[in-house]
């Protein structure tokens, strides 16, 4: 079975960092792509990060660019999305999600997280 488990949210002070973590397991992580998302409430689901499993390269949305940086440990199946000089504007819940391929692609993504929280006061 194939799951995905996010960790590591919580509430932060603005400027502060959080480290969120995917935990894969049922598949190989080795041939799947590992995206990032949020949804805002009120607001449509948007991508924040990827990272290809076929050369490491990286994906980040514009908005979180020079602030987050994403990251995958193959010996533990995990992605981690380091977060720093976090915004109240990040507030959202944050998903995990395997892609279709190796490659970090607009779609699909076919199996996802439960997500975690992130709330950033101001």
């Known amino acids: 079975e194939v799951q995905l488990v996010e960790s590591g949210g919580g509430l932060v002070q603005a400027g502060g960092s959080l480290r969120l973590s995917c935990a894969a397991s049922?598949?190989?992580?080795?041939?799947?792509?590992i995206g990032w998302f949020r949804q805002a409430p009120g607001k449509e689901r948007e991508g924040v990060s990827c990272?290809?499993?076929?050369?490491?390269?990286?994906y980040y949305a514009d908005s979180v660019k020079g602030r987050f940086t994403i990251s995958s440990d193959n010996a533990k199946n995990t992605v981690y999305l380091q977060m720093n000089s976090l915004k109240p504007e990040d507030t959202a819940v944050y998903y995990c999600?395997?892609?279709?391929?190796?490659?970090?692609?607009?779609?699909?993504?076919?199996?996802w997280g439960q997500g975690t929280q992130v709330t950033v006061s101001s």
């Open positions: 999600a395997r892609g279709g391929s190796s490659w970090c692609t607009p779609g699909p993504y076919d199996y």
């Open positions: 049922g598949f190989t992580f080795d041939d799947y792509a």
């Open positions: 990272i290809s499993s076929s050369d490491g390269s990286t």
